[in-house]
C-alpha cells in the first residue's frame, strides 16, 4: 500500500445519514475475488434498481472521477466488513470527509489508505453547501490536516498514529514493526526476570 501526504481531487456530497457497511456492499457480492475489483459493488443497491439499472439522481451515478466523499452522520456503521472499505478503494475513494464515522470501518479506512477525515457539524455542513449538487475540486494534506475547497480551509481530526500509517502507507503490522527492537528488549528482560514464564526450549531459542 503506498503512502500519501496531499492530495488533490474532486469532491461530491453524498447527503446520507447511517450509511452503513451491508449498504456500502451488500453481502452477497462479497464472495467475488477482490483481486476483481469491488468498486462496481459500491453502493449497489442504492445506485441501481431491482433491474439492475443505474438510478439516474444518484450522486454517484451522475459524476464520475470523484475521489472524496463529503457524508452524513455515522458513515460506515454496521458489521465489521472490511470489504465496504475496499469496494470504496477500488472506486478510486481516496478520503471521506464527515462528522462521525463507525469505529472498525474508520480503522479498516486507515489500514487500506483510505482517511477518514473527522469535521465537526457546522464544518460538514459547511462543506456540504459549498459543494451542493456539484463536484469541486479539492485538496487534502494529511500532514496539516486540512482540506481545502473552494477557498475555505477547513482541519479535520485524525489519530495521530493513524495519521502516521496514512503517511507511510502502514498496516498495523507495519506500525508494530517500527518498535521491533524495544519489543524484543523488552521480552529479553522479561524472560531474564521470569525465567519460568516461558518453555525452557523457547528461551533458549535464537
Not at 36 to 46: A, P, S, T, V
Not at 66 to 77: H, P
Not at 151 to 176: A, H, V, Y
Request: charged content about 20%; overall charge negative; proline content about 7%.
Amino acid at each position: 500500500m503506498a503512502g500519501w501526504r496531499t492530495h488533490r481531487g474532486t469532491a461530491l456530497r453524498l447527503p446520507m445519514d447511517n450509511l452503513d457497511t451491508d449498504q456500502l456492499i451488500p453481502a452477497r457480492f462479497m464472495s467475488a475475488p477482490r483481486a476483481d475489483g469491488y468498486g462496481r459493488f459500491l453502493m449497489h443497491d442504492l445506485r441501481r434498481d431491482a433491474q439492475g439499472a443505474p438510478h439516474p439522481d444518484f450522486p454517484l451515478n451522475r459524476h464520475e472521477d470523484v475521489c472524496v466523499l463529503v457524508v452524513g452522520r455515522n458513515f460506515g456503521s454496521g458489521s465489521s466488513r472490511e470489504a465496504a472499505v475496499y469496494a470504496l478503494v477500488d472506486a478510486g475513494i481516496r478520503a471521506v470527509v464527515g462528522p462521525s464515522f463507525g469505529d472498525i470501518f474508520a480503522a479498516n479506512a486507515v489500514n487500506n489508505g483510505l482517511l477518514p477525515g473527522r469535521v465537526s457539524e457546522a464544518e460538514a455542513q459547511s462543506l456540504a453547501e459549498i459543494l451542493q449538487d456539484d463536484p469541486q475540486p479539492v485538496d487534502i494534506d494529511l500532514s496539516a490536516g486540512w482540506i481545502s475547497l473552494a477557498g475555505q480551509r477547513i482541519p479535520f481530526q485524525l489519530d495521530e498514529s493513524w495519521r502516521t500509517k496514512l503517511i507511510n502507507g502502514w498496516d498495523d503490522i507495519d506500525l508494530t514493526l517500527q518498535h521491533q527492537s524495544a519489543i524484543a528488549s523488552f521480552r529479553d528482560a522479561h524472560v531474564k526476570s521470569m525465567p519460568g514464564a516461558l518453555p525452557a526450549k523457547q528461551i533458549n531459542a535464537p
